[in-house]
Each structure stands twice: as C-alpha cells, then as structure tokens.
C-alpha cells in the first residue's frame, strides 16, 4: 500500500488515529487503530492473525475498530471504538516480551486506547499486558476483573432475540419456539440454556462432535448439518459461530422469521444482505447491538467489577432491539442501518454536550 493511501483510508471513515508499533528484539508488529474517543477512550481486543500483507492488517483494524465505535455508542456506555492487531502466526510470536513490549506501547497511550482478549490473545497475554499498562480489561476474576464475558453476551443476545420476537409474533415468549443455533461454544452453549429453561425446541450445528453430543443429551437438542442449519424450517436462526455467514448462496436458503446470534460481521455486506434479509421478510437483530454483552461486561470492570450491574445493562438491549425494528419498520429501512443511524446520533449528540468546560 502506498504511503499517501493510508491517510485516505483514515479518513474514509474518519478515523482519528493509528499507532504502529515495532520492536526488533521481541519482533513485534502491531497496529493500534482508535476510530472515536467522542464517547470516552477507546476499547477493544487485540487480536494476533498471520495476515497476508500490511495493507491487509490495516484494514482488518480499520473495520474492526470502527464497529467497536459503534458497539459502544449503541449499549449507551462511555467508550469510543478502537482495536489493536498484532501481525503474525500466534502459535510461533507470541512470548511474554514481546505482550510485554505491546503492553508497553498502550501505556504510551496515556488511557486514550483500553486492550482486552480477542482472536488469539488469552487472559494470560493481557496478564502479561498488564505487568506494564493498567490500561487493559478482561482480567481473570483473580486479578480483579469479570472473568469470562460469554455469559453475559449470551444473555445480551436472548435478549434481542426475544425482543425480535415480541417485535414479529405480538409477544417475546419463545415457549415453543423452533430455534436453530450455528455454533455452540461458549456464547451459543450459554444462550441454549437460556432457551431450554424457556422452553424453546433447539436444533444445532457444530464442528465439534463431542459438543453435540452433550447439548443433545443435556438439553434435547436436535443435531443437524452444516449445510442443514440455514434451510430449516424454524422461528429463529442464531448464527453463534462464524462472520459473513450470511452471503447471498445461504439467505437464499433461509425460512426463519428472525435471525438473531452472537456472532460478529454477520453479514457478508451489510448494504446488499441488510435490504434483502428486509425484502425477504426476515427480522434481523443487529449483531454488533444483540452481541454487546462482553463489551458490557469488560466496561464495568474498567468503572469497577460487578457482575449484577453487567447484566441489567445487557438486559436494556431488548429495549434498544425493539426501539430498532421499531425505527426500521416506520422508515422502511434495514435493520442495521437503523442501528448505525442511532449509534452515529449518540456520538453526534454526546460531542455537542463536550463543546463547552
Ligand atoms: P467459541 O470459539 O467458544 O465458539 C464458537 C463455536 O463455533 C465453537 O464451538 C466452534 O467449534 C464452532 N464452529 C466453528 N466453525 C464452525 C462452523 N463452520 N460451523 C459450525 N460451528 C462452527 O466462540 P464464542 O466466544 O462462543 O464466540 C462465538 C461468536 O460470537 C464469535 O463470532 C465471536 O466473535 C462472537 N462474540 C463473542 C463474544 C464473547 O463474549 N465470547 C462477544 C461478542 C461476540
């Protein structure tokens, strides 16, 4: 990528900052992306990925950072978006120094950009993280912080879903409810148990056997397919495992009412799939609105741990869902426009309240 591009791509989404950090010793290659701090500093995870190319990694932070934005402005919490990558095989560069020396480069940051876990990253790497920058969250319940996020996104993501359900069957009761979920580690095995208790009929889909195997004998599950998932003949379709699962080949299968997950980027394009999921007449809950428990749950620990405040602030996403498809419904525009559009008037409002001392 040529250097005057970068500027460019800065400004397409006007982003604020990008820091690149480098340390020959430790080998280290990270770029730190913080798109909006309108909010209040920006957070999110770092994630470790053997990139093809620079301008590659630039884009990945870019695009990530920005949805944090987003994510944050959405949940009504004081944060601004950002992300960090660190470039290379996770499994070959990742050592104490050289999370150490990362660790070292955010505490540069004076506050503005908060790391967490992501792809690749463990509660160990923000230990070591942490020996040098208190600018970190997603800290083991030992060390003060709120330990696995999950359960709370899950939470977050039941939320949105019942609210989706209210908005298209009248009431958000999923008591009987046909309900398929595509991936069932930590965030869909929590929300099958939420469902379960409310009586909901599961179907499920994994790449893991034995996790199968155990929701099927634990909770009644039905066990399908990959390829099963996207064309059964069910109320709610919760995609839990993978991003841009919902491409044009698989929303051509779909016969769900609503599709409402966990997962990030679930829409290949969301200015081709946001309008045809519309035009289909599928109800979709905003991913990065519904998913926004862990970020909830990583910002109280950044004002000080409790777990109970963590899930009523994720309770209040069946508000915001509703108030969306709501919104969607009146203007007749896509559900995840409607979500930017509120995002983006939280932060224009709130910078009109941080003009003046
Ligand atoms: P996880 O790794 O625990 O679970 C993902 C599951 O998906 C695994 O069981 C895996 O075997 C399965 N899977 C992988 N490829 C698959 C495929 N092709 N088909 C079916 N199943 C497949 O991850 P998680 O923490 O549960 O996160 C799930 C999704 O939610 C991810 O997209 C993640 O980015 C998103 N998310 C997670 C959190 C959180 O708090 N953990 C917060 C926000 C968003």
Not at 94 to 114: D, S, W
Not at 135 to 142: I, T
Not at 233 to 254: H, M, S, W
Not at 284 to 311: M, S
Request: charged fraction near 20%.
């Amino acid at each position: 990528m040529a250097e005057h591009e970068i500027f460019s791509q800065l400004s397409t989404y006007n982003h604020e900052q990008i820091v690149f950090c480098n340390d020959n010793a430790t080998g280290l290659k990270a770029i730190i992306a913080i798109h909006n701090t309108v909010l209040g500093p920006g957070l999110g995870g770092t994630r470790v990925w053997n990139y093809n190319n620079e301008a590659e990694a630039i884009n990945d932070v870019m695009r990530l950072s920005r949805g944090m934005t987003y994510k944050a402005a959405i949940s009504g919490l004081n944060l601004g978006g950002a992300k960090a990558v660190i470039i290379g095989d996770a499994s070959k560069i990742k050592t104490e120094a050289l999370m150490r020396k990362f660790g070292k480069f955010v505490e540069n940051l004076n506050g503005k950009y908060i790391t967490a876990e992501d792809v690749n990253t463990t509660t160990k790497d923000m230990e070591y993280v942490n020996m040098e920058t208190n600018h970190v969250v997603g800290l083991p319940e030992s060390m003060g912080g709120g330990g696995d996020p999950s359960p709370v996104t899950a939470y977050g993501v039941y939320m949105g879903m019942k609210a989706s359900a209210k908005q298209v069957f009248g009431n958000d009761s999923l008591s009987g409810k046909k309900i398929a979920v595509q991936g069932v580690g930590k965030v869909g095995g929590h929300l099958l148990e939420f469902l379960h208790k409310e009586g909901a009929q599961l179907f499920i889909t994994d790449i893991n056997a034995e996790i199968l195997n155990h929701y099927a004998s634990t909770l009644g599950a039905t066990v399908v397919t990959g390829e099963e998932i996207y064309g059964l003949d069910v109320d709610v379709f919760a995609p839990c495992a993978l991003g841009a699962i919902l491409n044009e080949t698989n929303i051509a299968k779909l016969k769900c009412s609503i599709v409402a997950g966990a997962a990030n980027n679930q829409l290949a394009d969301e200015n081709i799939q946001g309008p045809a999921l519309m035009k289909m007449g599928i109800t979709y809950a905003p991913d990065f609105l519904i998913n926004a428990g862990g970020l909830i749950n990583v910002y109280q620990e950044h004002v000080g741990y409790n777990r109970e405040t963590a899930y009523r602030k994720a309770e209040h996403i069946y508000d915001v869902t509703l108030e969306i498809l709501k919104v969607s419904a009146s203007q007749n525009i896509h559900t995840q426009k409607a979500a930017i559009d509120l995002a983006e008037k939280r932060i224009s409002d709130i910078s009109g309240v941080k003009s003046t001392y």
